[in-house]
């Protein structure tokens, strides 16, 4: 007698028993909970990824426009300086102005006013001296 081939078995269907049903029903439900699980992981890690991303952009963001904000103010508060300068040299330009010695001064040195009997003589400044000196020499 010969000794039946692997051919033979493969051509012969078994007949499955109520425990290789329930195995093989067993072994379908737990793929299905398998892949089930894995969507839910990769569903859950994009959600995961989209939530870091738009924080961090938002982070960025807001880091950008901070320092912005932060320049802004440095050259505000450079210009708020300047004009507390102005504005003190102008106070004591106002109480300059307010007295009449130093008004009759200003108007004697600019305008050429003068008092009564009073002569006046204008001499050349400094750098009108210089410039007649070296025209001079050549």
């Not at 028993?17 to 909970?33: G, L, P, V």
């Not at 992981?41 to 738009?54: I, K, Q, R, Y």
């Not at 130093?102 to 006046?120: Q, T, V």
């Amino acid at each position: 007698m010969q000794k039946p081939s692997k051919q033979m078995y493969k051509k012969t269907t078994q007949m499955p028993t109520d425990y290789a049903r329930a195995e093989m029903q067993k072994n379908s439900t737990h793929q299905k909970r398998k892949i089930g699980l894995y969507r839910r992981l990769g569903v859950m890690t994009l959600l995961f990824v989209l939530m870091a991303g738009s924080l961090f952009f938002m982070l960025a963001k807001q880091k950008h426009t901070l320092a912005v904000k932060e320049q802004h103010k440095t050259e505000l508060q450079k210009t708020l300086a300047k004009q507390k300068e102005k504005q003190e040299d102008l106070k004591i330009q106002i109480a300059k102005l307010n007295d009449d010695d130093y008004i009759a001064k200003l108007a004697r040195k600019d305008l050429f006013l003068s008092e009564d009997g009073e002569i006046i003589f204008s001499t050349p400044k400094s750098s009108e001296k210089d410039k007649k000196k070296t025209d001079s020499k050549e």
